[in-house]
């Protein structure tokens, strides 16, 4: 049975059914999709987006712009109803408008095919106006976490009195599946803890699963748990009630004490006559009869496909199109005042809505580390690095998941601040034990043109690797910063020696994994990942110390930007044998290349602590530090032997991991393990 439709005008049924009809016809047309979603959330898209967002579509990537989350994203083609109708233009390479539409009405006809901006779910950077790469569910509504704090953070920063420019909303649409994940429950209890009142989220209650009814599994009074994790809770009988809509987002935007959950109760397939309110309108196409049968209950022409009345094109013009123009207009108006009142900060600001500009200088005063054979543990000149770079680029935020001791991640210069419910203005994030949300946090950051990072241990990037690969898809520069790299963690035990780790995330295309061999290679490290606009960088330290090499005695460690280089050579003639490694295991090499250069042997050392980047290498370089002449090739890391193999060749010898880690001091490890200089040294002398 239907559910009544209440609105306020015949003209708004029309642009409401108009977008539910779009929707349905072309995940007919690509046979493939969810025309469920859309049909039951048009009323919800057609409120915000016409009445409600301070949005310009003309200028989608305005750094004060209140920000859309479909954190459904099964549910794109609703996304892509509301980007046709309200004109969005495409941004080119630049980030500059264009006089192009980002969603043409032949882009949604070629919906889910290859080439067409409209893709199976929203993709973050291949259609202007999608703010995240919305797949995994859960995924978006923690992004939109990190969003609402980027947008306190900017507002509490920059406004002054008489030129407030940030005063940004941050709206999500959830569904049943968004509040089964765990992610969405980590990253809820992180924006109630912080009072974040600046962010809505919309639940859409509509009861339906693929496999069926909500009832198969889930049971839980999603209203109390918000409430007990803070947040305000209002519940819409039904979403056809635009009143009671308009009503609820009213109090969210005049209460903004804490973060709002609005309970929409929709039906999923509206105005299907046969399949509304099952589980068959979520994730097939209705059917051609079925899709008449729907167009005949809103009203339209059955054998009309893809048509757009003039009218509800001219409902946008007079809605979300005059309203954002006027909006970006005034903004613009006063940050051109601004600048002249406070020109530092506005500086700042014009190089955070660039996304990937640095302030000038801001790696002049790097640390460089004297050569010292005891030397730090990398997280130690981690800690050091980050500091300084935090200091001169001061948009630099982020934290640990309640690790920040042990990743010496805390940002401790006096400005620095933590970020809280008294103090949005703070630079030091406490995230919690919320690993997977705390990634997708920084990411919501990163997206709100800030630089974010992130830390925890290399062994728990198993919980967050989905939003390592999310940053990777949507080509932004999050910084990931894993300590405890290796079986060096020593007594902890398995459970806590990353193995695999490096191999699943060096597995990840268009991510940079960075294991610096030794201080000034973290330094260099830092300062490469930094200038990465469109990759995101995976920062891998260890807990034990790591001898300072001597630069005079070997090659400077600025090599670390080409992701490789040539540490040291035999003091005379063509080398014979390649050691190569990453991260501790080049200290390892070292001390096997003094021994048997004594020995005679003629000896080449290769630092990798990127292997991704010294893939981007023009050929002649890979061949020059890697000559393929030279056969006998050893590599040693303390992980699997993965991805090393293009490198050693048929004829090569990796010394690593073979099995999980074990309960002991470091030192006794390696020598269990075999990963010593001793071993090095054996397998050299018998090739």
């Not at 559910?3 to 007919?28: C, G, H």
């Not at 054979?373 to 982020?398: D, E, H, M, T, Y």
């Not at 096997?592 to 250069?597: D, K, N, Q, S």
């Not at 006998?632 to 060749?649: F, P, S, T």
Request: aromatic content about 10%; hydrophobic content about 40%; proline content about 5%.
């Amino acid at each position: 049975m239907q559910l009544p439709f209440f609105v306020t005008t015949p003209s708004e049924k029309d642009a409401i059914n108009t977008i539910r009809t779009i929707s349905m016809e072309a995940v007919q047309k690509a046979n493939s999709g969810h025309p469920g979603t859309p049909m039951a959330l048009a009323p919800l898209g057609y409120v915000l987006f016409n009445e409600i967002l301070n949005y310009d579509p003309a200028h989608p990537n305005w750094l004060a712009r209140d920000r859309f989350v479909l954190s459904v994203g099964h549910a794109s083609m609703l996304l892509y109803c509301l980007l046709h109708l309200s004109k969005v233009k495409q941004l080119d390479e630049n980030g500059n408008s264009t006089d192009e539409l980002a969603v043409t009405l032949d882009a949604i006809k070629n919906f889910r095919q290859l080439g067409s901006r409209c893709a199976g779910h929203p993709e973050y950077g291949h259609v202007s106006g999608v703010e995240v790469t919305t797949g995994p569910l859960g995924a978006g509504a923690a992004t939109s976490v990190g969003m609402a704090i980027a947008a306190k953070w900017l507002q509490t920063k920059y406004n002054k009195p008489d030129f407030e420019l940030f005063n940004s909303k941050i709206y999500t649409i959830c569904g049943d599946g968004d509040m089964m994940e765990g992610i969405t429950s980590e990253a809820a209890s992180l924006a109630g803890h912080l009072k974040l009142g600046n962010l809505c989220w919309f639940y859409d209650d509509n009861g339906i699963t693929i496999e069926g009814s909500t009832v198969l599994s889930f049971s839980e009074d999603v209203a109390q748990r918000f409430e007990a994790y803070n947040w305000r809770v209002i519940k819409i009988k039904d979403i056809n009630n635009l009143p009671d809509l308009r009503a609820a987002i009213g109090s969210f935007i005049n209460t903004g004490e804490k973060p709002t959950l609005i309970i929409t109760k929709s039906t999923i397939g509206y105005g299907s006559p046969n399949l509304a309110g099952s589980h068959e309108a979520h994730g097939a196409p209705l059917g051609e009869e079925e899709v008449k049968a729907t167009k005949k209950f809103y009203g339209f022409d059955p054998n009309d496909n893809f048509s757009i009345d003039g009218e509800v094109y001219g409902m946008f013009n007079e809605g979300i199109i005059h309203r954002g123009t006027e909006a970006y207009e005034i903004y613009r108006i006063r940050f051109e005042r601004y600048k002249r009142r406070f020109p530092e900060l506005g500086n700042e600001l014009e190089m955070i809505a660039a996304g990937s500009k640095l302030p000038a200088g801001w790696d002049a005063d790097l640390p460089v580390f004297p050569a010292d054979v005891k030397g730090l543990a990398s997280r130690v000149s981690s800690g050091k690095v980050l500091n300084q770079v935090a200091v001169n680029i001061p948009w630099l935020i982020g934290g640990s998941a309640d690790l920040a001791p042990s990743n010496l991640t805390w940002l401790k210069f006096p400005e620095a601040g933590e970020f809280n419910s008294g103090n949005y203005a703070g630079r030091n994030i406490h995230f919690g034990i919320r690993e997977h949300a705390m990634a997708s946090i920084a990411n919501g950051i990163t997206l709100s043109g800030l630089r974010a990072y992130c830390a925890t241990f290399f062994v728990f990037s198993d919980y967050l690797r989905p939003a390592i690969r999310l940053s990777a898809l949507m080509k932004i520069p999050t910084l990931y910063i894993f300590t405890h790299d290796s079986i060096g963690v020593g007594e902890d035990g398995p459970t806590h020696q990353p193995i695999e780790h490096l191999a699943a995330i060096r597995a990840i295309p268009n991510v940079a994994v960075f294991r610096p061999a030794d201080a000034n290679e973290v330094t260099e490290a830092y300062k490469t990942a930094l200038q990465l606009a469109t990759t995101p960088s995976v920062l891998v330290f260890s807990r034990q110390n790591l001898p300072t090499l001597d630069r005079t005695k070997f090659a400077s460690a600025s090599g670390v930007s080409h992701g490789g280089y040539v540490l040291i050579d035999p003091p005379e003639g063509k080398p014979e044998i390649i050691l190569m490694a990453s991260g501790s295991e080049v200290g390892i090499c070292v001390e096997a290349y003094e021994r048997l250069t004594e020995a005679g042997k003629k000896i080449r050392v290769v630092s990798l602590p990127c292997i991704e980047l010294f893939e981007r290498q023009p050929k002649e370089y890979k061949e020059k530090v890697l000559p393929a002449e030279i056969k006998k090739r050893i590599a040693v890391e303390l992980g699997v032997d993965q991805g090393w193999h293009k490198y050693i060749g048929d004829q090569g010898y990796f010394i690593g991991m073979q099995s999980f880690g074990a309960s002991a001091p470091a030192q006794q490890l390696l020598k269990h393990f075999g990963i010593t200089s001793e071993k090095i040294i054996e397998v050299c002398l018998n090739y």
